[in-house]
């Protein structure tokens, strides 16, 4: 049987509380210390960057220019900034400023299927579109940091970003 990672695509996952954050943030390591507002500014920035390496390797597997991504459906449960992942990812990928964003926040655990159902309504019901689909997460806003007493290297959370070919309601040239 394969681990759940392997079934569901997942290739690499990042682990974002280095020794480096973790020596910036020591309220992360004190489970009394609030520290919520560092863990959504460093989603804020991660999660796009993040996302946008998944997708730059999801379109180069498509082998298609980014220009021709007519919808960008994205999940993440790693905060509700605004402005949203969507609209930073863009121009990190090239995609035209005219293409259709659709940004879904704090699905839980079906975020992912949720963007796929959105993903699939899309590509049925608009002619010509190609609709690339997006998960990025960094449980660093949702889980603390290790405990003092236990190892750095304990941690088993990881942030990841997965995204899909752009799928097409019809058939590409």
Not at 30 to 42: E, F, N, T, V
Not at 54 to 63: F, L, N, P, V
Not at 110 to 115: K, M, R, V, W
Request: with cysteine; net charge positive; proline share 9%.
């Amino acid at each position: 049987m394969l681990p759940t990672g392997q079934k569901l695509g997942v290739r690499k996952r990042y682990l974002h509380h280095t020794e480096e954050l973790l020596g910036a943030h020591p309220e992360f390591l004190d489970p009394h210390a609030p520290s919520l507002d560092a863990r959504l500014d460093i989603a804020k920035a991660a999660v796009p960057e993040l996302a946008a390496e998944a997708s730059r390797r999801a379109i180069a597997e498509w082998g298609r220019p980014a220009v021709d991504i007519t919808h960008l459906v994205v999940t993440t449960n790693s905060g509700a900034h605004i402005p949203g992942v969507d609209f930073r990812l863009v121009p990190l990928l090239g995609l035209r400023p005219t293409v259709r964003r659709t940004m879904l926040y704090l699905n839980g655990c079906f975020a992912g299927a949720a963007a796929l159902r959105v993903t699939k309504d899309l590509a049925e019901n608009n002619r010509g579109a190609r609709v690339l689909v997006v998960c990025a997460e960094s449980p660093s806003c949702s889980s603390p940091g290790p405990r003092r007493a236990t190892s750095r290297r304990s941690l088993t959370r990881a942030s990841s970003a997965t995204a899909r070919a752009p799928s097409s309601s019809a058939p590409t040239p």
